[in-house]
């Protein structure tokens, strides 16, 4: 009865981490470690700020993002818990996608209950107390967006529904701006 929601990845592939119902599980080379619990006991999704010493993880209970720190690359053994943000405030009410901008100077989330993608921006790039909301961008596709990912270049976001059990792709006129057409 496990379900992987997401799998990180090292981009080698010599470290993968997976979501495995509400813990994340590490693997390298036929070894993995359990990190035993998140500040959410429902987390949704993982990112690595590049260089894998940092991690910020989704929680659809709290409705959090949690942040810690690494003591080596895509490494969970020794995580330690940094802070969190409440993303709730932007009307954000059951989040279950995630994604940095690769200068950590925005963040995408989408809404499983809503169905909707939210754009927020941060004043201090990969700070997450000084996220703010720029811009939600409503789905008609799907009635359950479950998972979230934009194309390194900006141009391209890729959404996942439950309800159709579909993958949708949008096209993105200006790089990590869905205030432009989409």
């Known amino acids: 009865n496990e379900t992987a929601l997401t799998v990180h990845g090292k981009s080698d592939l010599s470290k993968i981490t ?3 119902n509400s813990d994340f599980e590490n693997f390298t ?4 470690w359990l990190w035993p619990n998140s500040a959410d006991n429902t987390p949704t999704d993982i990112y690595f700020k590049p260089g894998g010493t940092t991690l910020y993880v989704q929680g659809s209970q709290t409705e959090d993002i ?3 720190l690494l003591d080596a690359p895509y490494d969970l ?4 818990w940094v802070r ?3 993303i709730n405030e932007f009307g954000i009410s059951n989040s279950i996608g995630l994604q940095f901008k690769p200068d950590g100077t925005k ?3 989408t809404d499983y209950s809503s169905d909707d993608v939210f754009e927020l921006s941060l004043s201090t790039p990969w700070d997450i107390t000084t996220v703010g ?3 939600v961008y409503v789905t008609s596709e799907d009635t359950t967006i479950s998972g979230l990912h934009i194309g390194a270049g900006g141009t391209i976001m890729y959404l996942t529904g439950t309800s159709n059990d579909d993958i949708y792709q949008y096209s993105i006129s ?7 057409t989409v």
């Open 84 to 86: 969190s943000v409440s």
């Open 66 to 68: 949690q942040e810690y």
């Open 107 to 109: 963040l995408f989330a």
């Open 29 to 32: 080379i036929n070894t993995q």
């Open 77 to 80: 053994r020794n995580a330690k």
């Open 18 to 20: 997976r979501q495995k």
């Open 133 to 135: 909301l720029t811009t």
């Open 174 to 180: 200006t790089a990590w701006d869905l205030t432009s």
